[in-house]
């Protein structure tokens, strides 16, 4: 990776640090609507993935709220780094390709497929193709 690809995905990072953690602040007991273009962040490709992704993190400050929804859009050439879980989670293709590993073996995913991946598996994704490859994401949120 270059040097100047390094430090704009660093000041993208501390950015998206800095925007979370003020909204995170600002905890929210009602019912409410959030639009995703006003949550997008661009980040690194998640658990030390390759390339650029734009999250979109639902419901960060729903306070008492257990779950994690969140929406990712992996572009071009982007991954998430293979990783053991620590907890349950689902991944749902909204649409694009990608190839997945889970617990070694890979398969092409596509709009459509939902993915459970357990506690103590592992697993990564790449992105295919021309298209984002956008998904959701939703787990149990651990203990704050």
């Given at each position: 990776?270059?040097?100047?690809?390094?430090?704009?995905?660093?000041?993208?990072?501390?950015?998206?640090?800095?925007?979370?953690?003020?909204?995170?602040?600002?905890?929210?007991?009602?019912?409410?609507?959030?639009?995703?273009?006003?949550?997008?962040?661009?980040?690194?490709?998640?658990?030390?993935?390759?390339?650029?992704?734009?999250?979109?993190?639902?419901?960060?400050?729903?306070?008492?709220?257990?779950?994690?929804?969140?929406?990712r859009a992996l572009h071009p050439g982007a991954t998430i780094g293979e990783h053991v879980n620590d907890k349950d989670e689902i991944y749902y293709v909204l649409s694009g390709r990608g190839e997945l590993s889970l617990n070694g073996e890979l398969r092409t995913v596509v709009a459509?497929?939902?993915?459970?991946?357990?506690?103590?598996?592992?697993?990564?994704?790449?992105?295919?193709?021309?298209?984002?490859?956008?998904?959701?994401?939703?787990?149990?949120?651990?203990?704050?």
């Open positions: 990776m270059s040097a100047r690809l390094s430090a704009a995905l660093l000041g993208v990072t501390l950015a998206t640090s800095v925007a979370t953690e003020a909204r995170a602040n600002d905890r929210r007991a009602d019912s409410y609507v959030e639009r995703e273009a006003d949550l997008a962040v661009r980040q690194p490709g998640p658990h030390e993935g390759l390339g650029e992704t734009t999250a979109f993190p639902f419901f960060e400050q729903a306070d008492g709220f257990d779950l994690v929804f969140r929406k459509g497929d939902a993915i459970l991946t357990r506690n103590g598996d592992s697993h990564g994704m790449r992105q295919q193709g021309e298209e984002d490859l956008v998904i959701f994401v939703v787990f149990k949120r651990p203990a704050r």
